[in-house]
């Protein structure tokens, strides 16, 4: 999942289908930027020459500063994007090879960043006199003490606990980056985060468990949940994580959920429900193809089912999932037997006949551009893997009228941050103890219904992660439909009229 912004609202009436200009060059990322220090003799042109190699190089410059000047020459800071690592290190050769030009130290701008980690602890309260020590301590915290222990349901209004989720990770499905351990997830459960406080105000804290058996990372999870009012289950591999979240519902009396499998499946119906708008097709007479049998396609098939399609295959290693096929694991098989009604076999070319949504949530490159000429007219294709998506979005314009990925550099971007800050600010204002479909669909309707009629295209159909009227929306639709929804195990919460 990308963390980084989708682009702005377009107002050009791009034709449909019309293919987009491929860009020229490698694409470069922040998150691939260095700062190089070097030093550069007294020639007036040695600036032109530096910022003249970098761009040979396929580089951007985004910044010469001057860390140092004497009469002969200067000292100074570049800073520039790349593509990916190897492509630093090509900026950094060209830079060396400049004449009068002095390469020092290479800075990696994103290993800086996480320097430390990127989180901390700050206290709400000041702790400046010895008044202000005996009422958040002893002894006046223990009067706090006791009446939670006679009121249990005040845990979340008079601790940390109403406004606090754990992001919880056994390291085995990490990104694109697959079983690399809980140590190596922390920094992705850093991120998460850090954006449950950007954008919810949520205070949010890595869990990496060492562990990836299934009873040990259920019984910790309940351990651990009295100090949480909420869990986010992250990068667990399927079919484990299936089965850890339905067992984590079943015990706690606080929401669990997994935001590979829900937060994605939200945006991709909320990208879905706009991109049809715009094509004037209904989601119940779509044939749509899922790319990926996994958490992720697993929970968007399910979401899109309740939202009222009718019309899903799924497509993996195995070909088609057909309920018959000897192959395929439990998890596979019930979601063969959800879809697929015809019992079409093949594979993934063979689904595309007549299709007219494809949606990728498996493994880069699975796909040839070309195959997308079988598609429908007005064909809405979503390559969402990361970081390579299933066909290249750019290639695909020529095929499909609406075009969206998780990539940040092209328009609808399709990101999990969309999702997930809104929904426990809505789970956590209502103080839910579950959360159900009913209150998935409506995080998808909220985030969809941001962009107005005024500003949908084939671009924009999905608003930015910065826009500010996103997170408020989610959580208000959520938390309306878990105060209203019929049988919803919901507190009452006196502090901003939740009821």
Same mark, same amino acid.
């Given at each position: 999942?990308?963390?980084?912004?989708? *682009?702005?609202?377009?107002?050009?009436?791009?034709?449909?289908?019309?293919?987009?200009?491929?860009?020229?060059?490698?694409?470069?990322?922040?998150?691939?930027?260095?700062?190089?220090?070097?030093?550069?003799?007294?020639?007036?042109?040695?600036? /032109?020459?530096?910022?003249?190699?970098?761009?040979?190089?396929?580089?951007?410059?985004?910044?010469?500063?001057?860390?140092?000047?004497?009469?002969?020459?200067?000292?100074?800071?570049?800073?520039?994007?790349?593509?990916? *690592?190897?492509?630093?290190?090509?900026?950094?050769?060209?830079?060396?090879?400049?004449?009068?030009?002095?390469?020092?130290?290479?800075?990696?701008?994103?290993?800086?960043?996480?320097?430390?980690?990127?989180?901390? #602890?700050?206290?709400?309260?000041?702790?400046?006199?010895?008044?202000?020590?005996?009422?958040?301590?002893?002894? /006046?915290v223990a009067r706090v003490c006791l009446a939670?222990?006679?009121?249990?349901?005040?845990? =979340?209004?008079?601790?940390?606990?109403?406004?606090?989720?754990?992001?919880?990770?056994?390291?085995?499905?990490?990104?694109?980056?697959?079983?690399?351990?809980?140590?190596?997830?922390?920094?992705?459960?850093?991120?998460?985060?850090?954006?449950?406080? +950007?954008?919810?105000?949520?205070?949010?804290?890595?869990?990496?468990?060492?562990?990836?058996?299934?009873?040990?990372? #259920?019984?910790?999870?309940? !351990?651990?949940?009295?100090?949480?009012? /909420?869990?986010?289950?992250?990068?667990?591999?399927?079919? =484990?994580?299936?089965?850890?979240?339905?067992?984590?519902?079943?015990? !706690?009396?606080?929401?669990?959920?997994?935001?590979?499998?829900?937060?994605?499946?939200?945006?991709?119906?909320?990208?879905? +429900?706009? *991109?049809?708008? #715009?094509?004037?097709?209904?989601?119940?007479?779509?044939?749509?193809?899922?790319?990926?049998?996994?958490?992720?396609?697993?929970?968007?098939?399910?979401?899109?089912?309740?939202?009222?399609?009718?019309?899903?295959?799924?497509?993996?290693?195995?070909?088609?999932?057909?309920?018959?096929?000897?192959?395929?694991?439990?998890?596979?098989?019930?979601?063969?037997?959800?879809?697929?009604?015809?019992?079409? +076999?093949?594979?993934?070319?063979?689904?595309?006949? /007549?299709?007219?949504?494809?949606?990728?949530?498996?493994?880069?490159?699975?796909l040839d551009v070309d195959d997308l000429a079988?598609?429908?007219?007005?064909?809405?294709?979503?390559?969402?893997?990361?970081?390579?998506?299933?066909?290249?979005?750019?290639?695909?314009?020529?095929?499909?009228?609406?075009?969206?990925?998780?990539?940040?550099?092209?328009?609808?971007?399709?990101?999990?941050?969309?999702?997930?800050?809104?929904?426990?600010?809505?789970?956590?204002?209502? =103080?839910?103890?579950?959360?159900?479909?009913?209150?998935?669909?409506?995080?998808?309707? *909220?985030?969809?219904?941001?962009?107005?009629?005024?500003? !949908?295209?084939?671009?924009?159909?999905?608003?930015?992660?910065?826009d500010p009227e996103v997170t408020h929306a989610?959580?208000?639709?959520?938390?309306?439909?878990?105060?209203?929804?019929?049988?919803?195990?919901? =507190?009452?919460?006196?502090?901003?009229?939740?009821?």
């Amino acid at each position: 999942m990308s963390t980084d912004t989708a *682009a702005t609202p377009s107002t050009d009436d791009t034709s449909l289908g019309e293919p987009a200009t491929p860009p020229r060059g490698p694409v470069t990322s922040a998150s691939y930027s260095i700062t190089v220090r070097l030093t550069a003799d007294g020639d007036p042109a040695s600036i /032109g020459r530096i910022a003249t190699a970098v761009g040979s190089a396929g580089g951007a410059v985004t910044a010469i500063d001057v860390v140092d000047s004497r009469s002969d020459g200067l000292t100074v800071d570049v800073t520039c994007s790349a593509a990916d *690592a190897a492509h630093s290190e090509e900026m950094v050769d060209a830079l060396r090879a400049v004449t009068g030009v002095k390469v020092r130290k290479v800075s990696d701008r994103t290993f800086l960043l996480h320097l430390g980690g990127k989180l901390e #602890v700050a206290s709400k309260v000041p702790l400046k006199t010895r008044d202000d020590l005996s009422m958040a301590y002893t002894p /006046g915290v223990a009067r706090v003490c006791l009446a939670l222990a006679e009121n249990p349901d005040d845990v =979340r209004r008079l601790t940390i606990k109403g406004n606090t989720v754990a992001v919880v990770t056994d390291g085995s499905a990490v990104l694109g980056l697959g079983d690399i351990g809980p140590g190596a997830a922390m920094p992705v459960m850093e991120g998460k985060a850090v954006l449950f406080k +950007r954008f919810a105000d949520i205070d949010a804290w890595p869990i990496c468990l060492d562990t990836q058996d299934v009873d040990e990372i #259920v019984r910790t999870v309940e !351990l651990l949940a009295p100090g949480f009012g /909420g869990i986010n289950l992250e990068d667990i591999a399927a079919p =484990r994580c299936f089965e850890i979240e339905a067992r984590l519902r079943e015990k !706690l009396d606080i929401p669990v959920f997994h935001d590979d499998q829900h937060g994605t499946a939200i945006v991709a119906l909320a990208a879905l +429900r706009n *991109a049809l708008r #715009v094509v004037d097709k209904r989601l119940e007479d779509v044939r749509i193809v899922v790319a990926g049998g996994g958490a992720a396609g697993t929970a968007i098939v399910h979401l899109m089912l309740k939202a009222g399609a009718r019309h899903v295959l799924v497509w993996d290693r195995e070909g088609i999932l057909v309920p018959d096929d000897e192959r395929l694991s439990p998890a596979k098989r019930e979601l063969a037997q959800r879809t697929n009604p015809d019992g079409v +076999r093949g594979e993934l070319p063979d689904a595309l006949a /007549g299709a007219d949504v494809f949606i990728g949530v498996s493994a880069g490159n699975v796909l040839d551009v070309d195959d997308l000429a079988r598609m429908a007219d007005k064909a809405v294709v979503f390559p969402m893997a990361n970081p390579t998506p299933e066909v290249d979005p750019v290639r695909a314009r020529q095929h499909a009228a609406i075009v969206a990925s998780g990539r940040s550099d092209l328009p609808n971007q399709i990101n999990n941050v969309l999702a997930f800050p809104g929904v426990f600010r809505g789970l956590l204002d209502a =103080r839910a103890r579950e959360i159900s479909d009913g209150m998935l669909l409506a995080a998808a309707e *909220a985030i969809a219904a941001v962009v107005k009629d005024d500003q !949908l295209n084939a671009n924009y159909i999905i608003p930015s992660v910065f826009d500010p009227e996103v997170t408020h929306a989610v959580a208000a639709a959520v938390a309306d439909q878990a105060r209203h929804e019929p049988g919803a195990t919901v =507190r009452l919460n006196e502090d901003n009229g939740a009821s």
